[in-house]
C-alpha cells in the first residue's frame, strides 16, 4: 500500500453509501466496518450516515459498534445498500455544514462506497476539507455494476450483476430456441457496454444467443441493426438481442432519451425503468420484416441486474469486502485520501491485488469497454472479453441439450 | 391411482411439449423417458417430437432411447422445453394426419406436457383417436406458471416461476429502500394472479414491499390504484407494486390489451414481451402526483420468469418429474387417457400424492386465485396464500438489516 504523510489521526468514523446499489456493495460496508474493529485505538466509533451525505447533512447517523459480526455477515450477503443510498453532488457550502456535524462528532475518517460520481463527492470533501484545514481523512470504495472505473481491472459489483445478465440470456436463449422469434433483451449500462457484453458469457453451442450485442461504446445505426437481425434470422430461424440502455446514435445521442427526459443532479437522465427503448427497437424490427409477420418480443431487465436476491458471483462478493478492508487499512496506516483499484495478475488462473488511486484519478470521468472486447463488425463480443469477464463472473451453470438421432421418416400415403 | 380399462398395448410412444415453458418442464419430460425406460416390454421406443404437434405433422422425430441417464438428469435441470415448444391447436383433419404417422410409426402412446391449451389438444387427440378408432393411449402432463390448471393443489412450474417472483422482490425492496420512490413491477399472469401474489412471500418485515398486489381476477379500477399509491406513499416515504400482466377494468378488457394486438391460435392476446403496461401504469402515478414531482419506475419482469437460469424451486423441481413418471406408469397399467393432478395431504407439514383426472376436466378451462388469498380491500394477498405458497417456492435467503443505534444529534451552531 501507499506510505503514510504522517500519524494516523484519532476519532471517530463515518461511512456511507451512493449511487445505485449492487448485490454486493454491502459487502463493502461490511468489510469496512470490521476492519476497523480490528483498530479501536485509531478508529473509537464507527457511525453509518443513512443514505450517503445526506445522512450527514440530516445528522442521520446510525452507530455500527454494537452490531454482532453475525448479524454484519448477513447484511453483507444482503442485496443494495443496507444504510440507504443517495445520488447527491455536494456543494462547498454543503460540505462546510458537514464539517461542522462530523466536528461535533469528533468524526476524522469518512468513507464513501460508490462509483465515479460518488468518488467525486469524495473529492469534493477532500478538497474543501484541506482548504479548511479539517483533519479528515477521506477514501472512496468502488462499487458499480457498470464496471468502468478508471484505473481498476474490473469494479466490486459487476461480477454479480454480469452473472446474473448471463443466466438471464442462458435461460432465455433456451426459451428462445423453444418457441422460435426475435428476442431483444435491453441491459443497463449508460455510457459503458461491460454489462450487455456479459450477455454471452453462458453461451454453450456454435447457435447460442445472444447472437447480436449491442453497446453504448459504438454508433447504433438503425437499419444496420434490422440488417443484422434478418441475417441471424435467416441463419437460425430465430435471433437474441442485447442492447444497451445507452446505445446511442452517431451523434452521441441516447436511443433512450428520445422517450424518457429526467435528469438527477449529476446531469445523468433516466435510462432505466422503463421498457420504452426496448418497445422501440421491437418495432424497428417488425417494420424491418413487414411485411412479414415475426413473433417479435422486448424484455428490460432493469433493476434485477442489481438487486436480485440470491444471484451473486462469489469472486465479486469476496473482493467487494476486501475493498471496503484495504480502504481502513490504508487510512489507518496514515494516509489521508485514496480508492482502491483491483489489479489483476498476469499469467494462468485468476490472482488480484490491491493498490491505493488518488481519488481525483477516479472521479468524474469513467472507462469504456475496450475495442478489442468486441468483434470487427462491432455487434458481438471478442474472446478476448470472455477471458476477461469469466473469472469474474464465475462457474455458470452446465446446459442439457437432448441429442437423440432423428427417427428416419415414413413415406405416409 | 385409476383402474385400467384393457390390457396395454405394445408399441412406440411420442412425447411433446407445447405452450410457454418453464424452468421445470424438462424434468416432467425426464421423468415420463425414465419411466419408460422400466417397461420395456410394453413401451418399445421413446419418440421426442420437436415443438409438439407441430414435429410429429412434420415427421420431427428425435430417438430417446439411447439418450444416456446422466445427460437427461442434465436436461431436466436445464430450463425450457429440450424438445422445443408449439402453440398450436389441432384440427381433426390434422389429427387424421398425424394418427396416419404415428401408425406408420407404430406409435400408441402419447405424451403433452403443457397447460390448460396443451390439455385441449391432448383431448381433441383422443376424442379424434377414437372416433378413427385408433389406439392411442393419450396422456397430458400439467405445467404452467400460471398455476391455473383445474382439479389439482398447484401446477408444476409454478414453484419455481413463484420463487425467482418473490426473490426479485426481495431485492427490489431492498433497492427501492436505499434510493426511496415508487415502483411498479408487471408479473406474468394472463387471468390468474397465483404468480404476482407470490412476489409478497419474501417480504421480512412489516414495511417491506410489495405493498400493493392487483390481480387479474379483481377489477383494477385506476383511480383507486392511484389513492392506493398515495396512502402508502404517505405511510412509507415509498411504494412497492405488483400487478399482474392480465389486470382489466370492470368490464374484462385488459388494460395491457390497449397497446397489443397480437393475437394466437388458442385466441390469446400478447400480453408480455413488451414494457407498454408497466409504462403506462407509471404515468398513471406520475400524473396522480403532479405537480409533486415523484421517482416512479417500472419493470417488466417479462420472460425471465419461467427461464431464469439455476433459480428454480427444489420441490417444483421433483414434483415435475413425478408428474411424467406418474403419467407412464397410468399408460402402462392400461389406462387409456388422463392427466395428473396433485392433491395436498391435510394437517402438518407439507405432503403431496398424485391422482389421475379426466383430460376433459383440465382442458380449456382454468381457476383463478381464490378470494381467500386477497386481503379484503383486493389490493394485497392474504395469510392464507402465504400458508398456500411458501411449501411450493422453498425457503428463502434470510436478509440482514442494519439496526444500530442512532447516534444522538448535536446542536450545531
Redesign the interface.
Known amino acids: 500500500m501507499a506510505k503514510a504523510e504522517k500519524a494516523a489521526p484519532v476519532g471517530n468514523m463515518v461511512i456511507g453509501?451512493s449511487g445505485?446499489?449492487t448485490?454486493v456493495i454491502?459487502q463493502s460496508l461490511v468489510g469496512a466496518v470490521l476492519g476497523a474493529r480490528k483498530h479501536k485505538k485509531i478508529i473509537k466509533n464507527v457511525?453509518?450516515a443513512r443514505?450517503g451525505v445526506q445522512g450527514i447533512l440530516n445528522?442521520?447517523?446510525?452507530?455500527?459498534?454494537?452490531?454482532p459480526r453475525a448479524?454484519?455477515?448477513?447484511?453483507?450477503?444482503?442485496?443494495?445498500?443496507?444504510?440507504?443510498?443517495?445520488?447527491k453532488k455536494v456543494t462547498p457550502e454543503e460540505c462546510r455544514?458537514m464539517f461542522?456535524?462530523l466536528r461535533?462528532?469528533d468524526v476524522h475518517y469518512f468513507f464513501y462506497i460508490g462509483g465515479n460520481d460518488s468518488a467525486e463527492t469524495a473529492n469534493i470533501v477532500r478538497e474543501v476539507a484541506e482548504a479548511e484545514n479539517y483533519d479528515l481523512s477521506v477514501f472512496h470504495i468502488p462499487k458499480t455494476i457498470d464496471n468502468d472505473l478508471l484505473g481498476t481491472d474490473h469494479c466490486p459489483g459487476y461480477g454479480s450483476a454480469a452473472r446474473f445478465v448471463a443466466?438471464?440470456f442462458?435461460?432465455?436463449d433456451?426459451?428462445n430456441?423453444?418457441?422460435k422469434g426475435i428476442?431483444i433483451n435491453i441491459v443497463m449500462g449508460r455510457h459503458a457496454g461491460f454489462l450487455t457484453a456479459a450477455a454471452a458469457l453462458?453461451r454453450s453451442r456454435p447457435d447460442s444467443g445472444p447472437h447480436l450485442v449491442y453497446v453504448p461504446e459504438l454508433p447504433f445505426d438503425e437499419q444496420q441493426f434490422v440488417a443484422d437481425v434478418k441475417k441471424v434470422y435467416q441463419k437460425y430461424g430465430r435471433c437474441m438481442i442485447a442492447a444497451s440502455e445507452g446505445i446511442a446514435d452517431k451523434d452521441g445521442v441516447a436511443i433512450a432519451t428520445k422517450f424518457v427526459q429526467e435528469v438527477d443532479s449529476h446531469g445523468n437522465k433516466q435510462l432505466?425503468?422503463?421498457?420504452?427503448l426496448?418497445?422501440y427497437l421491437?418495432q424497428l424490427v417488425k417494420e424491418g420484416f413487414a411485411p412479414e409477420k415475426i413473433r417479435?418480443?422486448?424484455?428490460?431487465?432493469?433493476?434485477?441486474q442489481?438487486?436480485?436476491?440470491?444471484?451473486y458471483s462469489e469472486t465479486d462478493s469476496r473482493e467487494a469486502y476486501q475493498v471496503g478492508e484495504m480502504a481502513v487499512e490504508a487510512a489507518v496506516s496514515g494516509v489521508k485520501s485514496g480508492t482502491i483499484s483491483i489489479i489483476r495478475a498476469k499469467g494462468p488462473g485468476y490472482k488480484v491485488s490491491y493498490k491505493l488511486s488518488p481519488l481525483a484519478s477516479v472521479a468524474k470521468n469513467t472507462t469504456q469497454l475496450p475495442r478489442r472486447f468486441l468483434n470487427k463488425d462491432g455487434n458481438n463480443i471478442s474472446k478476448a472479453f470472455i477471458e476477461y469477464a469469466m473469472p469474474l463472473v464465475g462457474p455458470?451453470?452446465?446446459?442439457?441439450?437432448?441429442?437423440?438421432?432423428?427417427?428416419k421418416?415414413?413415406?405416409?400415403?
Open positions: 453509501q445505485g446499489p448485490v454491502n457511525y453509518g443514505h445528522q442521520d447517523l446510525i452507530n455500527l459498534n454494537d452490531i448479524e454484519l455477515l448477513r447484511v453483507g450477503l444482503t442485496p443494495s445498500s443496507a444504510l440507504g443510498s443517495v445520488r455544514r461542522d456535524i461535533a462528532h443466466l438471464a442462458m435461460g432465455d433456451l426459451d430456441r423453444a418457441l428476442k453462458g432505466s425503468g422503463t421498457g420504452a426496448g418497445d421491437a417479435v418480443r422486448a424484455d428490460t431487465f432493469g433493476y434485477l442489481r438487486s436480485f436476491c440470491g444471484c455458470l451453470p452446465e446446459v442439457g441439450y437432448l441429442e437423440g438421432a432423428r427417427v421418416p415414413k413415406k405416409i400415403g
